[in-house]
T-cell receptor, first 114, second 112 residues
């Protein structure tokens, strides 16, 4: 079956540090890949996505590249802010738009200190 | 602004009660989902629906049922609530393309 593995936290960084959150996946075929973010007390929001190999998703300074050869979709940001503190989820869909449900990683809690 | 609305942010119910969690979306999405979120376990799919009156079991359907009588509304039902169903419940909808899901704000259910 499908699975997503991501580094568990909490990950604590200082403001303006470089961020990497690792995500690897197991899936049949050619899944679509997503990063979601959950701010305290809220639901999940789509942060970025990539639908085929070598695609790069980007949003709000975050980036992730779909690497089929390493089955990875690592999230990066060059300079984090306190407002980036949240839980980040990597997810995949092997049914195109996720009509059968997304498979999520367990989430990475990111804490940014001023 | 498109929305998925869950009727309650917080609920406290007693063991054995029948519990209804309601979710409404205003985006005319075909697909709707119920997940539960637990620390250390991430999100797990309970049920989903790709059309009115259609439902499919997810990964952890035991102890739950669902109802989708109208396209915009997807209800999660706990037939007889138990303490191990204390959790955060998240509803989501999607169009079936690659634009991802839109999530509601969640319902934190406590069963005592």
């Amino acid at each position: 079956g499908n699975s997503v593995t991501q580094m568990e936290g909490p990950v604590t960084l200082s403001e303006e540090a470089f961020l990497t959150i690792n995500c690897t996946y197991t899936a049949t075929g050619y899944p679509s890949l997503f990063w979601y973010v959950q701010y305290p007390g809220e639901g999940l929001q789509l942060l970025l996505k990539a639908t085929k190999a070598d695609d790069k998703g980007s949003n709000k300074g975050f980036e992730a590249t779909y690497r089929k050869e390493t089955t990875s979709f690592h999230l990066e940001k060059g300079s984090v802010q306190v407002s980036d503190s949240a839980v980040y989820f990597c997810a995949l869909s092997d049914s195109g738009g996720g009509a059968d449900g997304l498979t999520f990683g367990k989430g990475t809690h990111l804490i940014i200190q001023p | 602004d498109v929305k998925v609305t869950q009727s309650s942010r917080y609920l406290v119910k007693r063991t054995g009660e029948k519990v209804f969690l309601e979710c409404v979306q205003d985006m005319d999405h075909e697909n709707m989902f119920w997940y539960r979120q637990d620390p250390g376990l991430g999100l797990r799919l309970i049920y989903f629906s790709y059309d009115v009156k259609m439902k499919e079991k997810g990964d952890i359907p035991e102890g739950y049922s669902v109802s989708r009588e109208k396209k915009e509304r997807f209800s999660l039902i706990l037939e007889s609530a138990s303490t191990n169903q204390t959790s955060m419940y998240l509803c989501a909808s999607s169009t079936g393309d690659n634009y991802g899901y839109t999530f509601g704000s969640g319902t934190r259910l406590t069963v005592v």
